[in-house]
């Protein structure tokens, strides 16, 4: 499959790394095609991936994964351009988190609205998935844990969509995949990531990641 991963930064390097060890081809997009973050993430993804503008990832991918900052996701996907997302599963891995000086981050968004949500209204042509955003991104591909591999959730309005991203988390490693339902199911994935960091200063460990009991 040919895959675009819009960002650059710490989330982008796990998926683009993921996908591409996964076999498929992956076109990573930067606000600057020649931007040093961007060289070095190609670096570390290796031939498989090659890089490009916003706009050129999204225009020769089928699936694309937005990887941006949270709050910075609209104006990225602007950029782009909205008609190049028409038809295409989007996986949005992203958290509307607004950092602080002295604390832990809060959310822009929520918790009657989510970031989710405002992705699939600006891309009304455009399947969104919301996946990845509730685990640290070194967990994103293969999570290895003792207890045994984590639980991913996901939500979004298209079950076709729905599924071509439960075989991507499949592929990445994630056995369980807890479909939540609508895209509205963002207004709590979105929030849990707030959970996993606290959880992580409270504990003073980030390698950590959510699974949900049965009996």
């Known amino acids: 499959m040919k895959v675009a991963v819009l960002g650059t930064g710490d989330v982008g390097r796990a998926l683009a790394l993921g996908f591409a060890t996964s076999g498929h081809t992956v076109t990573v997009g930067s ?3 020649n931007s040093p973050q961007l060289r070095e993430l190609l670096e570390a993804v290796g031939p498989k991936a090659t890089g490009g503008t916003f706009a050129e990832a999204v225009a020769t991918s089928e699936l694309v994964v937005l990887a ?25 891995a992203t958290n509307p988190l607004e950092f602080h000086p002295e604390g832990p981050p809060s959310l822009s968004v929520g918790h009657s609205d989510s ?36 639980d991913m959730w996901i939500c979004g309005n ?17 056995p369980s995949v807890i479909d939540l ?29 959510f699974r949900l009991l049965r009996k």
């Open 115 to 150: 970031l989710g949500e405002r992705i699939q209204a600006l891309l009304p042509d455009a399947k969104v998935v919301k996946a990845f955003n509730i685990v640290g991104n070194p967990s994103m591909f293969r999570p290895e844990f003792p207890g045994g591999p984590p």
């Open 181 to 209: 339902g609508g895209i509205d199911g963002a207004r709590l994935l979105e929030p849990l990531c707030l959970l996993w960091v606290r959880s992580g200063f409270a504990i003073g460990n980030f390698n950590i990641a």
């Open 68 to 92: 941006t900052h949270g709050v910075a996701t609209p104006e990225a996907i602007r950029i782009a351009g909205i008609p190049a997302f028409a038809g295409k599963v989007v996986i949005d």
């Open 158 to 174: 298209d079950s076709g969509a729905k599924a071509t991203v439960t075989g991507i988390l499949h592929e990445f490693g994630w």
């Open 31 to 33: 606000r600057d095609r």
